[in-house]
């Protein structure tokens, strides 16, 4: 059995692997996709039809189509990182619209098989997590295409080139990381928001919760997660219900996200601290 919450970079692990596991940490920390500040990145998220409850709208262009009623959706992901030269280069591919990842899908994937038949440096998997927004826009996929990960289908959602360099610190709880995004969230009134607070004031909204870490996490239980949290000087959780819609967006093509010790991601808002 795959244990998925071994180290991304066993102290075996060759350097410059251990640096291909670094950025698949990072890219795995901006999930779903983002990449850091001196890489590039295609892709912004799930789209197009699936057998999900989700309504999809679609749009033509390159700033994509959107999603309604994504609140509470469940997905899957799998990032494949491959060295080349001082670039690391990483395909995320998504279950988002095609299947909600169920359990005896997510089984059977086999890292250690992706690996070897992708000729990869690493593979990471990424779920089950649950989306918190209501409504994606500007959400387009790389490749509509499904590609079965044992049993399971997945679309090629993304890729993210990230420079060696830029990834020797490899990802932590609680470090704001700037990713290149242009796909904006849109959170509808009346209906309840998780956040992180920073020490200067800056709110992030959860954007998807995780039960790779915890297990027992469950939409019902988010409004405590603040108790159970192992908050670092200055930080805070704060849940409240929003009375007007918000829209949580990238800007000029990059957002800043964060993941808490639990592995659920939060975007910065632009509401004024």
């Known amino acids: 059995m795959i244990n998925r919450n071994a180290p991304l970079a066993p102290p075996s692990l060759h350097p410059a692997r251990a640096l291909a596991c670094a950025a698949l940490g990072l890219a795995f920390t901006a999930a779903t996709l983002g990449c850091g500040s001196s890489a590039s990145s295609t892709g912004t998220g799930g789209a197009g039809g699936g057998t999900t409850s989700s309504t999809t709208t679609t749009s033509s262009g390159a700033g994509g189509g959107s999603v309604s009623d994504v609140r509470g959706d469940r997905y899957c992901e799998v990032l494949i990182g491959k060295l080349s030269g001082a670039t690391v ?84 709880a609680y470090v704001p990381r700037e990713v290149e995004r242009t796909t904006s969230w849109i959170y509808q009134a009346n209906k309840p928001v998780f956040e992180l607070v920073d020490p200067a004031g800056r709110i992030f909204d959860m954007q ?66």
């Open 89 to 172: 280069h990483i395909e995320v591919y998504n279950t988002y619209l095609l299947n909600d990842c169920p359990a005896a899908g997510w089984a059977s994937v086999d890292a250690a098989a992706i690996k070897a038949e992708e000729m990869a440096d690493v593979v990471i998997l990424n779920g089950p997590r649950y989306w918190m927004m209501d409504v994606f826009e500007k959400s387009a996929l790389i490749d509509p295409t499904p590609h079965a990960f044992g049993t399971l289908d997945m679309r090629l959602a993304g890729t993210l080139d990230l420079a060696v360099a830029d990834v020797k610190g490899g990802a932590s």
């Open 208 to 273: 998807s919760y995780s039960v790779q870490t915890n297990a027992t996490q469950t939409m019902d239980t988010l409004a405590d997660l603040g108790g159970a949290l192992t908050l670092p000087a200055g930080w805070k959780f704060q849940t409240r219900t929003l009375t007007a819609d918000l829209t949580v967006t990238a800007v000029d093509g990059k957002a800043t996200v964060v993941q808490d010790d639990f592995a659920n991601t939060y975007q910065l808002s632009q509401q004024a601290p």
